[in-house]
């Protein structure tokens, strides 16, 4: 018996893809101050590595988003974020749940993040 037949114990299971359960895609915003656009905080890489649960008092960086990438990448109760890419490959796959909405708050494309959907 491997590990997950054992974990699973005999359980009656569904099995399911990702992107069944949830939209994946890899937006974000990026690390950037451009004119024209609005200053918001933004939810970083860091920002997940070092949280399994995150607040709206979480993200610290200010940088600017064009309000189209503020709607889209807006961060809701429930959104989760997975670390998708890193120099040290231990550190990919770390995950952080938003706890509640965020104000004028953003999500980096190297964060990942997502209601009922993830970003990578």
């Known amino acids: 018996m491997n590990y997950l037949e054992k974990l699973l114990q005999g359980a009656p299971v569904e099995w399911k ?7 994946i895609a890899n937006v974000g915003v990026d690390k950037k101050k451009k ?3 609005r200053e ?5 890489f860091v ?4 949280n399994q649960y995150i607040s709206n008092e979480t993200p610290t960086m ?7 990438k503020i709607k889209d990448c807006d961060i809701k109760a429930g959104d989760v974020f997975i670390t998708p890419s890193s120099e040290i490959i231990d550190e990919i796959g770390f995950s952080a749940v938003a706890i509640e909405d965020f104000d004028n708050a953003v999500y980096s494309s190297g964060g990942g993040g997502g ?3 993830f970003f990578t």
């Open 47 to 50: 920002d997940v590595f070092n």
């Open 35 to 37: 004119e024209n656009e």
């Open 17 to 23: 893809t990702l992107g069944e359960m949830c939209e």
């Open 40 to 44: 918001v905080r933004l939810l970083n």
């Open 62 to 68: 200010v940088v600017t988003a064009s309000e189209q």
């Open 115 to 117: 209601r009922n959907r």
